[in-house]
């Protein structure tokens, strides 16, 4: 008997799957464990292997379709047998008019109405769309293409790197042909699921493929700068002078070099070009240092009875650099963003005696295979202190509370274009000598943009440490969909009393970031005294 295949549900948060590659054809034979297919989901492209045996009889959507989750997307039986009954599930029915609604709406708003037909399946190519390479991408910069437009291909060549807001990362080509077409070029961004490129047979001619999409956005901006030209070039005949030095459209310079000079609001007219028949390439623009301006002179005092003060004339000159937005920048606002506008904060603070702390770091280091710092020794505490106060490492879910039972501690290191977290999991069941060397792995990796979402999600609290800088004690924006975050100061040498004596001390101060929905000031507090406890004596980490 025929059975129907849906589409499952590969993560928490998936919705709808991609089928990025069929490994099966109509027809072949499918053996329980077999690869069918690989599916795209919100998080990763993912294997999906049959928990069913049979032929293939149908195969529902082609490759780069999306599909809702339970819709049926192939059926196995016996060869010749009868499946038609089986497509009449309701999932089907409702795609098939959402889609033809879609190529209503876009015949509809698209002039090239004789092309509306064509399909990368009809031209034999395969079209290469932006992948979603983490859980908060929305669009990718092109860090670099490894291929040019007639270069050949393999299904497993990567053909471009590109940047999220967390890493740079690889895009494989998923299909052996020519590089027929590349849609942005290097330094450009991408939305999600947007065309990057098109692989297919030698010559293949794809703008009748290209023509398909909206043209109404794209023609808008020719005719938008057109009208501005046009109302720029109407003073033209009384102020020719002026017009033709800011007007550097006829200057020798590459596209690149051009795109720079525009985003610093720089004229060509005033750069001498280095390369071939005077052209301006990037480093020109890069060098080049505008000539200060010169100040009208200042108009003679006027003279009056009382003794004018003469002042000294300081000439300035106002100037900034803007830069483009970074994607780990871009995701940094959104995310703290909505986490600061949304969950109501209240911090409390507390002072540690670091001396005993200080005297065991020494000793462990002795014997240590690897130098463990104060940090990883708080990330050891405070795994140990949430296991007590199960309260504190939960978050909140919309209608319901998670409370962790796990405790995976998440990292804050500034990098170059910005911040990551990267996270140790089950860090209260590892030695302080396993997190250091965790830690010391995930710095090296964010430093040269080689950590994977593997690294960086999944965390329960969040620890953040400025005390490197000097820093005596800062508030944080919780890491969301943490419930909080730990803020760490420097170990200051303060006087402290002792015993009725005042004498030399060394204090560190810790401010703990709650999300009211979740945690209250009590249940802060007496977490935040368990690890008081545990940092200032810190035998009790090892027992």
């Known amino acids: 008997m025929a059975e129907v295949v849906r589409m499952p549900k590969m993560s928490d948060t998936m919705t709808e799957g991609v089928i990025a590659k069929w490994h099966k054809q109509v027809g ?29 009889l149908y195969i529902g959507p082609k490759e780069g379709e999306a599909v809702a989750i339970d819709a049926v997307i192939a059926i196995l039986g016996e060869p010749g047998e009868d499946f038609q009954a089986l497509l009449s599930d309701a999932p089907q029915a409702e795609e098939v008019t959402e889609k033809k609604e879609v190529e209503t709406s876009n015949s509809s708003e698209t002039e090239a109405a004789p092309q509306s037909n064509v399909t990368p399946e009809s031209l034999g190519v395969t079209v290469i769309t932006m992948p979603l390479l983490s859980d908060t991408m929305t669009e990718g910069v092109i860090a670099q293409w490894n291929f040019k437009v007639g270069d050949t291909i393999k299904s497993d060549d990567s053909i471009a790197d590109v940047e999220t807001d967390k890493a740079t990362m690889e895009v494989t080509a998923y299909a052996d ?8 070029e290097a330094g450009e961004a991408a939305k999600v699921n947007d065309i990057i490129a098109i692989v297919g047979p030698a010559g293949t ?17 020719p005719a938008e700068v057109k009208k501005e030209e046009s109302k720029e070039e109407a003073p033209v005949t009384n102020e020719n002078k002026s017009t033709d030095v800011a007007d550097d459209s006829r200057v020798k310079a590459s596209p690149l070099a051009r795109k720079i000079a525009k985003d610093k609001g720089i004229n060509l007219n005033e750069i ?38 003469t002042l000294p004339t300081f000439v300035g000159e106002e100037r900034y650099t803007e830069v483009a937005v970074s994607q780990m920048r871009k995701t940094i606002a959104r995310r703290l963003g909505e986490s600061l506008f949304t969950a109501p904060h209240f911090y409390l603070t507390v002072s540690i005696d670091m001396e005993n702390a200080m005297i065991a770091r020494t000793q462990i280091n002795e014997v240590a295979p690897v130098k463990v710092s104060f940090n990883d020794i708080v990330v050891k505490a405070v795994a140990v202190a949430l ?47 396993h997190i250091s060397a965790e830690v010391k792995d995930f710095a090296q990796k964010a430093k040269t943009k080689k950590l994977t979402p593997a690294d960086w999600e999944g965390s329960t609290f969040t620890v953040s440490n400025l005390g490197m800088f000097g820093i005596d004690e800062f508030t944080s924006i919780i890491n969301s969909p943490d419930g909080a975050i730990l803020s760490v100061g420097a170990i200051q040498q303060v006087p402290v ?47």
């Open 272 to 309: 001498k070009g280095s390369a071939d028949g005077g052209r301006i390439v990037k480093k020109d623009v890069e060098s080049y240092v505008p000539a200060a301006k010169s100040a009208p002179a200042a108009s003679a005092p006027v003279a009056t009875e009382t003794k004018a003060i």
């Open 177 to 184: 042909g020519t590089l027929l077409y590349v849609g942005l």
């Open 28 to 56: 072949d034979k499918v053996n329980s464990g077999d690869l069918v297919a690989e599916i795209e989901t919100d998080k990763a492209t993912m294997d999906f292997e049959s928990y069913q045996e049979g032929t293939l």
């Open 497 to 543: 009393v002792k015993n009725g004596a005042v004498v030399p001390g060394n204090v560190m101060k810790l401010t703990l970031g709650c999300d009211h929905r979740v945690v209250d000031g009590a249940t802060g507090a007496q977490f935040l005294q368990t690890l008081k406890a545990l940092l200032e004596n810190p035998v009790r980490l090892l027992a």
């Open 387 to 433: 296991k007590k106060h199960p309260a504190v490492n939960s978050s909140w879910k919309g209608d319901k509370i998670r409370f962790n039972e796990h405790t995976n501690i998440g990292v804050a290191m500034a990098v170059e274009d910005g911040l990551l977290v990267p996270v140790v999991r089950f860090a209260d069941g590892k030695s302080l000598s």
């Open 205 to 221: 001619d794809v703008t009748p493929l290209l023509n398909q999409k909206p043209a109404s956005a794209s023609q808008a901006a």
